[in-house]
């Protein structure tokens, strides 16, 4: 037994950046990659910015289209532990999807504290029904970190989302996902989430049922740290004695900066295991 430890630092937990080489340079690199993609798709245009799906200040979304018709919509949901960033920084990574045929939407969403992750979960929900609406086909979702519970949140039997567009999604990939939200009330980071209990409950994936039918990849990167991997890993044997078809990826030598960059590649792992029957 002498190998069991008890975690008592879970601010370095979930700490990522500070064990990633370089960490602190990714933000302002997906920023520029993500500016140079959007400029191209415009000139072609192959892109719609700033689309309304609510009437808030971030209520907004980035629709990128490939170059024939759609064979249907993948919605990207992105990360920050829902304090940071905004859809700007990942339109890059629609670049796998676009070429396999795919239309990639990507939106904002109000961040903590000024909304709570409650508000969050019903506020992507509205953007993934407004997309649904005027994009047909079928839906994937995907998001990385917080993005990645929103997605997964989604695939739950009480998510706040019209049956019909519940329907049309095939399959959610959650990325380095959070699905226990109550390890975080231990964490700094609280003061701004402002979570208790009874909303770290209701918000957590892994303490709720999938919806009936519901596919789910849980994605990591083998070398994350040991939180995200055990977050993925929870969900994805949880879920499927819940009667989800789950599978369960380590990507090797994937970090939890770079374990989304596979998105733009559409020959990676990832783009197929998104995109793919």
Request: proline share 6%.
């Amino acid at each position: 037994m002498s190998g069991l430890q008890a975690i008592t630092d879970w601010d370095d937990a979930y700490s990522n950046s500070a064990y990633i080489p370089g960490g602190d340079a990714y933000p302002a690199r997906w920023a520029e990659q993500a500016a140079a993609f959007r400029a191209e798709l415009s000139a072609a245009g192959r892109a719609e910015l700033d689309l309304p799906y609510g009437e808030g200040e971030r209520d907004r979304y980035d629709l990128f289209h490939p170059d024939a018709a759609a064979r249907g919509t993948v919605l990207f949901i992105h990360g920050g532990y829902w304090m940071a960033f905004d859809k700007g920084r990942w339109s890059h990574l629609a670049a796998g999807a676009l070429a396999r045929g795919w239309a990639v939407a990507m939106p904002s969403y109000t961040l903590c504290p000024e909304s709570r992750i409650a508000g969050i979960t019903r506020q992507v929900a509205r953007a993934v029904e407004v997309i649904a609406q005027t994009q047909p086909g079928p839906l994937r979702l995907t998001g990385h970190s917080a993005g990645g519970h929103l997605v997964s949140r989604l695939a739950c039997a009480d998510a706040p989302m019209a049956v019909e567009v519940q329907g049309r999604v095939e399959h959610v990939v959650s990325i380095s996902g959070l699905h226990d939200l109550r390890p975080l009330l231990n964490t700094r980071m609280n003061a701004t989430l402002k979570l208790d209990e009874a909303e770290a409950a209701a918000e957590s994936p892994a303490l709720l049922r999938p919806r009936p039918g519901t596919r789910i990849t849980c994605w990591a990167g083998a070398a994350e740290r040991p939180e995200f991997i055990r977050q993925t890993e929870l969900l994805a044997n949880i879920w499927r004695g819940l009667g989800a078809a789950t599978e369960l990826r380590l990507a090797g030598g994937r970090h939890h900066f770079d374990v989304i960059d596979d998105l733009a590649d559409p020959k990676s792992d990832l783009s197929a295991a998104l995109l793919g029957p």
